[in-house]
């Protein structure tokens, strides 16, 4: 089975880490993994902030990179929703729409390819520690993503897991929400780090890194002794 990795801009440019962890869970299933070196930004904080037309040039090159893939797999829900959208985004453009939507219907999110596609629930790692896990909007509400992420991370030996208070609450990242409204967002993020206190755990896990970094980055002004780690860490640790 082959599959190129959709790396993501936040997760090449912040936490690549995250990157090779997704590579070698995807190997240690028989998958032969490539990365299409023309990928770039999947256009979402574009498109989220009214720039169609601009975020349409970053949409066409990405439908470009991954259309002769056989599978595509990006460790953030929201940026493989985001590829989700281009049908309906170019709609208009009946040529592109059906390439779009190709790329689109075998796209996925790294916990929902492992479980949906490969049919693995337990990917035989170890990870000493107590976590509280977050589930993010957009992988959740938009993606459909819910079970996966908890299945794999309960199979995980040695890690034990907090149920997170009020965990269908938003972060405040929101990507560009988070800077247009950014007193909002900041009220948001607090309760959240709140609750992630309440749970007294060490670790919080995601699967988004705008939602980790809005969170940690709380975390740490507050003073909060809590390790912000993506699923792929932890699905990939031994």
Not at 29 to 43: K, L, M, S, W
Not at 190 to 212: R, S, V
Request: charged letters at 20%; a negative charge.
């Amino acid at each position: 089975m082959k599959v190129s990795l959709f790396i993501t801009c936040l997760c090449d440019t912040f936490t690549p880490d995250v990157g090779k962890d997704t590579v070698q869970l995807l190997e240690r299933y028989g998958c032969d993994v490539d990365f299409p070196a023309n990928q770039t930004c999947c256009g979402q904080p574009a498109f989220n902030s009214g720039y169609k037309q601009e975020s349409i040039k970053a949409m066409k090159q990405m439908i470009r990179a991954f259309e002769a893939s056989q599978y595509v797999v990006g460790p953030s829900g929201s940026c493989v929703q985001m590829i989700k959208e281009y049908p309906h985004a170019l709609k208009d453009e009946p040529e592109w729409r059906e390439r779009a939507q190709a790329v689109a219907e075998k796209t996925y999110e790294l916990t929902q390819f492992l479980v949906e596609v490969l049919h693995v629930e337990d990917v035989k790692s170890t990870f000493q520690g107590t976590a509280t896990y977050h589930p993010s909007c957009h992988m959740t509400r938009l993606l459909g993503v819910k079970d996966a992420p908890r299945i794999l991370l309960e199979n995980v030996e040695g890690l034990h897991l907090i149920e997170l208070p009020m965990k269908e609450d938003c972060c405040g990242f929101g990507g560009t929400f988070a800077v247009k409204n950014a007193a909002v967002s900041g009220q948001m993020v607090d309760e959240k780090a709140q609750h992630i206190d309440e749970t007294g755990a060490e670790y919080l896990i995601g699967g988004d890194m705008g939602c980790l970094m809005n969170m940690g980055g709380c975390m740490s002004r507050n003073k909060q002794d809590v390790k912000v780690l993506h699923i792929a860490q932890v699905l990939n640790s031994q």
